[in-house]
Antibody
């Protein structure tokens, strides 16, 4: 079965960088986009960006331009999300999710990675 | 990319129906038939319940249905059950390989 397993809880200082991994299994890794979504405490879901594992092309929400990088390691069937210049507003649960058909059908999700940014 | 507009909360009694709206613009909801809906229970990952405006993944009961008119998509849940109590989010393609979520709606089953 399709599984997405994310790296664990992180505590970061303001100004630091964050790198979350998302290891996939149960399907052909390069066949599906992976999206990153976060939820800050008491807030709704927020789309951060997506990566196409073929060619490693990416797209991200405008507010993260210049601060967000998504990469993949095909040998490990794993994608990574790096967010730089962290502030307290980046405190959130970060999810990766598989896109069933490259049209935003997020059919399988990781368990989430809790990130706290605090001095 | 502004979040799509959803009501903050809706409520209904068991067995009743509720509808949650999701309003965007012609650049997202109105421009594409790529609207999906997610059910999110606390401390769990979100779950896909509707995609392509009105299609249901296998395993999702037909009590959940979706539709769209102009710039507004809607999710209707009929025959409310206690376990339907959750947060619901719409999501739309917004062009140029970007997507946008709604602000979320808390459904309370009375």
């Amino acid at each position: 079965q399709v599984q997405l397993v994310q790296s664990g809880t992180e505590v970061k200082k303001p100004g630091a960088s964050l790198k979350v991994s998302c290891k996939t299994s149960g399907y052909i890794f390069i066949s599906n986009y992976i999206h990153w979504v976060r939820q800050a405490p008491g807030q709704g879901l927020e789309w951060l960006g997506m990566i196409n594992p073929v060619g490693e092309t990416t797209s991200n929400a405008q507010k993260f331009q210049g601060r967000l990088t998504m990469t993949r390691d095909t040998s490990k069937s794993t994608v990574y999300m790096e967010l730089r210049g962290l502030t307290s507003e980046d405190t959130a649960m970060y999810y990766c999710a598989r896109d069933q058909r490259s049209s935003g059908i997020l059919d399988n999700w990781g368990q989430g990675a809790l990130v706290t940014v605090s001095s | 990319q502004s979040a799509l507009t959803q009501p903050r909360s809706v409520s209904g009694s068991p067995g009743q129906s509720v509808t949650i709206s999701c309003t965007g613009t012609g650049s997202d909801v109105g421009g594409y038939d790529y609207v999906s809906w997610y059910q999110h229970h606390p401390d769990k990952a979100p779950k896909l319940i509707i995609y392509d405006v009105s299609k249901r993944p296998s395993g999702v009961p037909d009590r959940f249905s979706g539709s769209k008119s102009g710039n507004t998509a809607s999710l209707t849940i009929s025959g409310l059950q206690a376990d339907d109590e959750a947060d619901y989010y719409c999501c739309s393609y917004a062009g140029t390989y970007t997507w946008v979520f709604g602000g979320g709606t808390k459904l309370t089953v009375l």
